[in-house]
């Protein structure tokens, strides 16, 4: 059974931090490529950030670059967001999303994160 689970997030202040983690199992976390999506009100869901099997390939939302990174411990079947400098815009659901080399698409259930003073 494939789960991901998120934790990590809540209500920060702007200007904060926050550091989000989806702990993975029931598929090949080492092989497969991870990320971060996020859907606030009345939008749609974006891609944030995502990282590759290794860790060598990682990509960024340009809303995200140079504020957020994305990193992974193979080890833990483990992926991170770190997100500093936040925003009131950064307000959303966070997901992650994984898809292994079988092209499946798995998602996890989704954590708030709320910027507001």
């Known amino acids: 059974q494939v789960q991901l689970v998120e934790s990590g997030g809540g209500l920060v202040q702007p200007g904060g931090s926050l550091r989000l983690s989806c702990a993975a199992s029931g598929f090949t976390f080492s092989t497969s490529f991870m990320s971060w999506y996020r859907q606030a009100p009345g939008k749609s869901r974006e891609l944030v950030a995502g990282i590759s099997s290794n860790g060598g390939v990682r990509n960024y939302a340009g809303s995200a670059k140079g504020r957020f990174t994305i990193s992974r411990d193979n080890a833990k079947n483990t992926v991170y967001l770190q997100m500093n400098s936040l925003k009131p815009e950064d307000t959303a659901v966070y997901y992650c999303?994984?898809?292994?080399?079988?092209?499946?698409?798995?998602w996890g259930q989704g954590m708030q994160v709320t910027v507001s003073s």
């Open positions: 999303n994984a898809v292994p080399l079988t092209r499946n698409v798995y």
